[in-house]
């Protein structure tokens, strides 16, 4: 026969299952956080020896800048720029796989009727070039810090908006500031990746700010599960005994593009931007495409204009009834 406990010990018994539940959860919950640490991973991306070599010898903590960029254009691409058809035939010989991409923001801008885009890191602006050839009554904005994409971009692509904008230096206020344009959708064609975390945050933050309905990340510098674990290499790889060793030669590494991150790092700079992720998935050469929201709705205020309220009713019924920007 089961012995039976008076109050006091039943809530003493209840209270040490209570603080054994608790500690297990907590315990999980600290197991979770751990793995979604292990899981955020991020590398730098080094460009290649080649490339290093007709630029600036410099410490390898040194980014190309937006003068020697333009600079290696010029040497090596200066014919490519003579006429629109010379620009666009090159370009979409080197960057075949980009026009999935071109294909899919298309028809998304299609389906959502925007009416003006902004892309960041346009290089020279062809693939806006394309989309509004595609879209004709698409108002199209082509940002690269490269002066030398964005004088050509005014001359060969007249039909688009090419503006000078470097993701280190200027701001997305300024530039919202001075176009007066309130943007409905804003894109990377893979270069986010060239900005460190800081940088990369601020950017995304700004571009809330200035109240983009969307963002499509196009990443560059992705990283999957077989890159994470390849990435836990590099410093074997990287070795100049271990290269010496099975006759290698060594890697002549200079200068470094940006940086390559694994989903799980991206999800949380969107997030610490201020977005939430809608759509993940790979389109054409990117292995990962983020299609962002802002986190927090906000009251269109065109909608709001039209519904001022004239007594207390109406003013309940305008907020039952407001239109929400997701």
């Not at 077989?226 to 890697?251: N, T």
């Amino acid at each position: 026969m089961a012995k039976k406990l008076d109050p006091q010990a039943k809530c003493l018994q209840y209270n040490m299952v209570r603080v054994e539940r608790s500690t297990l959860i907590s315990r999980m919950t600290n197991k979770g956080r751990a793995n979604n640490r292990a899981g955020n991973m991020k590398r730098r991306i080094y460009v290649e020896a080649h490339e290093a070599e007709t630029m600036k010898e410099t410490p390898e903590v040194s980014q190309v800048t937006s003068e020697e960029h333009a600079s290696l254009i010029e040497k090596r691409y200066a014919e490519r720029f003579r006429s629109k058809d010379s620009l666009i035939s090159w370009y979409l010989s080197e960057n075949e796989r980009k026009l999935p991409a071109l294909d899919f923001l298309t028809k998304y801008i299609k389906e959502k009727n925007f009416s003006n885009i902004l892309s960041l890191g346009a290089g020279p602006c062809v693939l806006e070039y394309l989309l509004k050839s595609a879209l004709p009554e698409l108002k199209v904005v082509a940002t690269d810090y490269d002066s030398l994409f964005i004088r050509k971009a005014k001359i060969l692509l007249p039909e688009i908006i090419p503006i000078e904008f470097d993701f280190f230096k200027d701001k997305i206020a300024d530039l919202w500031a001075s176009l007066g344009i309130r943007f409905d959708i804003a894109v990377f064609f893979g270069s986010s990746y060239v900005m460190d975390d800081p940088q990369f945050v601020n950017l995304f933050r700004g571009l809330k700010d200035a109240g983009v309905k969307r963002v499509i990340d196009f990443c560059g510098g992705y990283m999957d599960l077989k890159e994470v674990v390849c990435s836990a290499l590099l410093p074997v790889r990287r070795s100049a005994s271990l290269r010496k060793l099975f006759r290698k030669p060594p890697l002549n590494l200079r200068k470094f593009h940006g940086y390559a991150r694994s989903r799980g790092e991206l999800r949380r700079l969107y997030r610490e931007a201020g977005f939430s992720v809608l759509q993940e998935r790979p389109i054409g050469g990117y292995k990962y495409v983020a299609i962002l929201a802002c986190k927090v709705f906000e009251i269109s205020i065109r909608s709001w204009e039209m519904m001022i309220p004239n007594d207390k009713q109406d003013h309940d019924n305008c907020w039952k009834n407001r239109k929400l920007e997701v």
